[in-house]
Every structure is written in structure tokens, then in C-alpha cells.
């Protein structure tokens, strides 16, 4: 395939990603149970430019497509989901399979998974603090804010683990016939 075709293959596929990947936050909005499933969602499309056109093409779309959830996107706190972790994880991800030990490798994902929520979240309760309370609800609140946090450490890794299998599959089944429908390669 000529070089110029190749651009244009990415291209498009960088803007279909982006375009998708939106229009999924856009329904994380609408859909309350959907906040952070549709970033997610959308995160694995960006990992399908990553598969099929490199690294360099997918950190485009990552920053077009949060650039342009956070503007477009009503509900700013699923793309801030988005921009913070679930847009690029698929990115690093592959760099962090290559840490050894299984139990290190773990140790660091969940080090970034609790780093980007705790910094996104600290960064909106400074930009918006929230009023004084009773000392019992304050500390009620921290307890179901430590529970969640348990709750999305589980999420997040079978959010990995759902990568992993999806670029398998990808590779093994959509791939080939998508290139095949699209005479590619």
C-alpha cells in the first residue's frame, strides 16, 4: 500500500475513534450508569488505533478526543474520567505487561489507577469545596470514598484484563477481515 493511502487510513480511523469515543461520553452523560463504563468504552477504541496505526496516531486521537469530550461533553466529570486514566491506560498499558513480577505489575497499575482518581478528585474538591458538615457525616463519607476506591480497583482490573482479551481478539479475528473487507495489506 502506497505511503500516502497509509496516512489516509489513519486518518480516518484516528477521526472515526475520536468521533465514537465522544459520542460515548456523550451517552455517559445521559446514561447515569454509564459514567464510567462509556469512557472506558471509549479508551478501547483508542487502544484500536494504537493496534492498527501506532502509538504516535493514538496519543493524537487520546488528546483530541478528550480535548473535545471536555468541551463537549455535559457531564465533565466522566471526561475528566476520560483525560485523567481510562483515554490513555490502553497506551500504557503495554508498557507496564512488561514489569515483572505478576505482583509488582499489579501494584504498579493500581498505583496509577489511585493516582489519576485521587489527583482528579483532589483537584475538583479544591476547585470546588464542599460546605462544612458534622463530624459523623465526614467521617461516613470518608468510609464510602475508601469503599469505592476498593470498588473501582476492582473495575479498573478487569478493566485490564477486558484489554487484554479484546486486543487478542482483535488481532485474531477482526483484524484479518477488516483488512480483508478493506484490501488492506
Excluded at 483508542?46 to 461533553?73: D, F, H, K, M, S
Aim: with cysteine; hydrophobic share 60%.
Amino acid at each position: 500500500m502506497k505511503k500516502r493511502d497509509q496516512q489516509s487510513w489513519a486518518v480516518a480511523l484516528c477521526g472515526m475513534s475520536v468521533a465514537v469515543s465522544v459520542v460515548l461520553m456523550l451517552l455517559g452523560a445521559i446514561i447515569p450508569v454509564a459514567m464510567f463504563i462509556a469512557p472506558a468504552a471509549g479508551g478501547i477504541f483508542i487502544g484500536a488505533v494504537a493496534l492498527e496505526c501506532g502509538r504516535r496516531w493514538a496519543w493524537t486521537a487520546y488528546a483530541a478526543a478528550a480535548l473535545l469530550g471536555l468541551l463537549l461533553v455535559p457531564d465533565k466529570e466522566t471526561a475528566l474520567f476520560f483525560a485523567a486514566l481510562l483515554g490513555y491506560y490502553p497506551l500504557v498499558k503495554p508498557r507496564f505487561d512488561r514489569i515483572r513480577p505478576a505482583p509488582l505489575r499489579v501494584g504498579a497499575k493500581l498505583l496509577l489507577c489511585n493516582g489519576s482518581v485521587l489527583v482528579l478528585y483532589g483537584l475538583l474538591f479544591l476547585l470546588f469545596p464542599a460546605g462544612q458538615g458534622s463530624e459523623a457525616l465526614e467521617l461516613a463519607a470518608l468510609a464510602l470514598a475508601g469503599v469505592t476506591l476498593a470498588i473501582g480497583n476492582a473495575a479498573f482490573l478487569l478493566f485490564d484484563r477486558a484489554l487484554a482479551n479484546l486486543a487478542r481478539v482483535y488481532r485474531l479475528l477482526w483484524q484479518p477481515r477488516l483488512h480483508k473487507m478493506l484490501g488492506k495489506r
